[in-house]
């Protein structure tokens, strides 16, 4: 079975400044996504990023950025200039490739990260 | 315009109750979830329907039923409430079930059983 873990409970940045997330993930499977929850106060869930096992190329989207490391099975979160507006618990999350029964996010057990003004 | 939505937001009811948690998706998708997170923020899948037909369920107690009527729409039905029951509910969908397609979370139910 899949899991994935988020070893960092709580996090904390001070605005304009860079934080790092981590996620380690475990798998047997060669074709999966992996995505960067944000769950903010108003608890919606909102998407981060994703990333695609199958392309080595590290996914961005504006400020967020990821490091997948597919053979250590790493899947970090990079937010650069960080904003009183990412303060929110992050959440990793994995999804397996062969739709179906399978097509469930698997999620860590989040990280809250605070931003220092 | 709300992609997912679900009503009702909140939910306080007494042990024993039986209680329903509306979805409803305007995205046009064919797939639609329920998630819990747990007391501790932890997520996890309970149900996925895709086209009116269940394909994923969980090991949830069978006091949980889940509905859905027609592709735009998934209900949760809870029996006999129990205070483990409290928790927040999500619902979602996406595209097909397919992995490339992202899932779109609704604003969540936050369920309180007393």
């Known amino acids: 079975a899949q899991t994935v873990t988020q070893s960092q409970p709580e996090m904390s940045v001070q605005e304009a400044e860079t934080v790092t997330l981590s996620c380690t993930y475990d798998?047997?499977?060669?074709?999966?996504?992996l995505f960067w929850y944000k769950q903010p106060p108003s608890r919606q869930m909102i998407l981060v990023i994703r990333?695609?096992?199958?392309?080595?190329q590290n996914a961005t989207e504006n400020r967020f950025s990821v490091n997948f490391q597919k053979a250590a099975k790493s899947f970090s979160l990079k937010i650069s200039d960080s904003q009183l507006g990412d303060a929110a618990m992050y959440f990793c999350?994995?999804?397996?490739?062969?739709?179906?029964?399978?097509?469930?996010?698997?999620f860590g057990t989040g990280t809250l990260l605070a931003v220092q003004p | 315009d709300t992609a997912v939505s679900q009503t009702p937001k909140y939910l306080v009811t007494q042990m024993g109750n039986d209680k329903s948690i509306k979805c409803e998706q305007n995205?046009?998708?064919?797939?639609m979830y329920w998630y819990k997170q747990d007391s501790k923020k932890f997520l996890k899948i309970m149900f996925s329907?895709?086209?009116?037909?269940?394909?994923i369920n969980e090991t949830v107690p069978n006091r949980f039923s889940p509905k859905s009527p027609d592709k735009a729409h998934l209900n949760l039905h809870i029996n006999s409430l129990e205070l483990g029951d409290s928790a927040v509910y999500f619902c979602?969908?996406?595209?097909?079930?397919?992995?490339?397609?992202?899932?779109?979370f609704g604003p969540g139910t936050r369920l309180t059983v007393t």
């Open positions: 979602a969908s996406s595209e097909r079930p397919g992995q490339q397609y992202e899932q779109y």
């Open positions: 798998t047997s499977e060669s074709d999966y996504y």
């Open positions: 990333q695609e096992a199958y392309k080595q």
């Open positions: 999350a994995y999804r397996s490739g062969y739709g179906g029964a399978t097509n469930k996010l698997i």
């Open positions: 995205l046009g998708h064919d797939t």
């Open positions: 329907y895709n086209n009116k037909e269940l394909i």
